[in-house]
């Protein structure tokens, strides 16, 4: 296995080098960013080189890339940044944690990352440079098409189909046999009974505070 | 071990036969269906037989069925198949995950089928001929009465009943000690604070999407 | 290990008896409660004794207590217990499932009741005499202050923060860098978009149920 260098220095970059280390058993070489947002030598402990010039020191005979960005631009950041690599002659790594229930019928892809207690039952179908946050439900035969993101505790039911680059929400809940198109943002906690179309956006309203505090609470 | 007979030909008798073999590493012989629904000689690599013939070719002295159908007739198909089975002769398997987390309080019935990463606290009771789909709670000191199917990431409460034949949709929420009669249609996303008597419907309505499409939206 | 005294005669007093044993292999000698509560002179199948006279029968130098209490008080009362118990010399014991996925920046404190199935991510923070019900995900750099009670399958996104002693109920949906104050209760199934103020209560209605009876519907 090559060394990794991983791009970006969010949170997200930080919990990638923890999970390829930690769990994957990944060694992480350095961190990447472009040069106008490397603010320093070195991050999380690790060598921070700007993505221009990434060949010279970390160049791809020895190492992979790993793309650890959110959902920016609807996805199409990440995904650049994949493509650059790729066509640098960068290997494009994944993760898809050790504690993810799939089966023989899963197969990984370029920049997937997948954390734990997903469910990704048999029969579906993950494209590349997709993020499946934690604890969500694939059901079977639904597919997800490259570039999406989807962030927790997200029900995806049977024969479901969630069209490239979409972002879906914490807790949002999709009926068997929908059809979502690409490019929709579906914010936390919606309900999807129905086809939605490309660039749809649903957000759900949060729950409104009562006017009685909890110390006037009786029941509890 | 006997071998399975799987009886059904959708996406469920697919996902069973997936199931027992990869997981349980039970051996399936054949599929069966009524002879009206039999359109061919195999079915998924395997011989599809009439079941009105069934122990010409596979007889129960070699051969458990196990019924998987979905919750057609609010459950009632699925529990007919599996009594006429048992009536000729026939032992019923069950299916429950090894992804699935159960303690020793946990007893086995007739044609469960209880999948992945699904919780069964201490104390909880499931009766023969459940599904349980994929990923949900059921709480401790809770009985989910025979028949029932839940759907995926249901949360059943500690103390609460769900009765015969109910069907629970994906992402139900159910509150502690509620009681849930016979024969309830709990639609998907449904939340349920209070009991509900026999042959209720709850059909929460999905989320609008929005006027504003996603190429318009400033924060992502 | 010393053998535990758990305190309380409730549900949760004897789950905590069943995991404590089951799970974690330690020995459960007692049960305790304050002697008004104390009915007689056992309780699941061990001697019951009185909270007041605990060091005649179980001294702290052969015996941790465990205080297996819910919610009452808004958790004020199983703090004042755990409080109680340390300062007569007992050790604090807690329990974390080994079901609970966690990694190496948890660290466990004194009567946290971590269920199984719970996922926490890398850099979260979970303080003391926390309970986390089953099936939540506690997101990345998000933090649980001390005395809370998390029910089960609530979504604690990134970067969120939960105050002292707030009651959190099932499948209540939390956005990302959200905070929610001290002493709050939010009800099950509540979608958390803003800030919560401290003493909140959030308290979501019902589904109502429709008119139309189960044996009525045409799609079923």
Redesign the interface.
Known sequence: MKDIVVFGTG?IA??AA??LT??AGRRVAAFTVDSDFATGPSFGGLPLVAFEDLEARFPPEGHDLFVALA????NRLRRAKVDAGRARGYGIAHYVSS?A?R???FEAAENQFI???N?I???ARIGRNVTLW??N?I???STIAEDAFI???V?V???VSIGARS?V???V?I??HVTIGA???I????????D?PD????????????K????R?KR?
């Not at 009685?212 to 110390?215: C, E, G, L, N, Q």
Request: aromatic share 8%; with cysteine; glycine share 14%.
């Open positions: 949170p930080e919990l923890f999970y930690e769990d959902y920016t631009q609807l504690r229930t089966f023989s019928t954390l734990e207690d469910t039952q048999p029969f934690s604890g439900h059901g079977h035969h962030a927790s505790h029900v039911s049977g024969g972002f929400g914490v807790n809940t009926r068997d490019d929709c943002v914010g936390a906690g919606a309900l999807v009974l129905r939605i660039g749809s956006v649903l957000a759900p309203g949060g729950t409104e505070v009562s009685v505090p909890s110390h609470l509890i």
